[in-house]
């Protein structure tokens, strides 16, 4: 199974906005409502910070919102802080039950 | 709180066998799916295998199919992966994850299963 397409790695300064791009297929992120994004921390395990292409869980800050577009997904993460800084990784359901990754993004805050 | 403790990793031969166990403890286990994610040293984070929450439907990654099985124990609260026909590539830190057939909102801290002669 593929991974789902991200740019390895995007840069933005304090007080900036980011957007990282999650891009499938008609049969992962362009046929569903079930894109995913976690933010994962050096040595940490990952954090839910999307579900279901843009709903935030309770205590993601609202910095941080997704949207969708044919078949390509988006973070955008506006008011960088420099706890931001940290690999992004989207996620997808594909149709089976079957679930796909993207390839992660590493995003410094400069 | 919601608490999910990964065990049963360690260094295991080529071909060798490993069931891996994930305790779950604030939550009611029973009405979440849960699922297994790896993560490959240095690299991404791979989906690897689901489960219903009554534990009627499992799915797997083609890269485990076959090899790889998940199966949970409401009673006990715990999540299982067990892993055969192991493979060098199977080299990862593996994670457990409650929600949904969806997302998980919930992570553990990982388990490292190396394989390795």
């Known amino acids: 199974q593929s991974a789902l397409t991200q740019p390895r790695s995007v840069t933005g300064s304090p007080g900036q906005s980011v957007t990282i791009s999650c891009t499938g297929t008609s049969s992962d992120v362009g046929g569903y409502n079930y894109v995913s994004w976690y933010q994962q921390h050096p040595g940490k395990a990952p954090k839910l910070m999307i579900y279901d292409v843009s709903k935030r869980p309770s205590g993601v800050p609202d910095r941080f919102s997704g949207s969708k577009s044919g078949n390509t997904a988006s973070l955008t993460i506006s008011g960088l802080q420099t706890e931001d800084e940290a690999d992004y990784y989207c996620w997808s359901y594909r149709s089976s039950y079957i679930l796909v990754f993207g390839g992660g993004t590493k995003l410094t805050v400069l | 709180e919601v608490q999910l403790v990964e065990s049963g990793g360690g260094l295991v031969q080529p071909g060798g066998s490993l069931r891996l166990s994930c305790a779950a403890s604030g939550f009611t286990f029973s009405s979440y799916w849960m699922h297994w994610v790896r993560q490959a040293p240095g690299k991404g984070l791979v989906w690897v295998s689901r489960?219903?929450?009554?534990?009627?439907?499992?799915s797997n990654a083609d890269s485990v199919e076959g090899r790889f099985t998940i199966s949970r124990d409401n009673a006990k609260n715990t999540l299982y992966l067990q892993m055969n026909s192991l493979r060098v590539e199977d080299t990862a830190m593996y994670y457990c994850?409650?929600?949904?057939?969806?997302?998980?909102?919930?992570w553990g801290q990982g388990t490292l299963v190396t394989v390795s002669s």
């Open positions: 489960i219903t929450d009554t534990g009627s439907s499992t």
């Open positions: 994850g409650r929600g949904t057939a969806t997302t998980i909102d919930y």
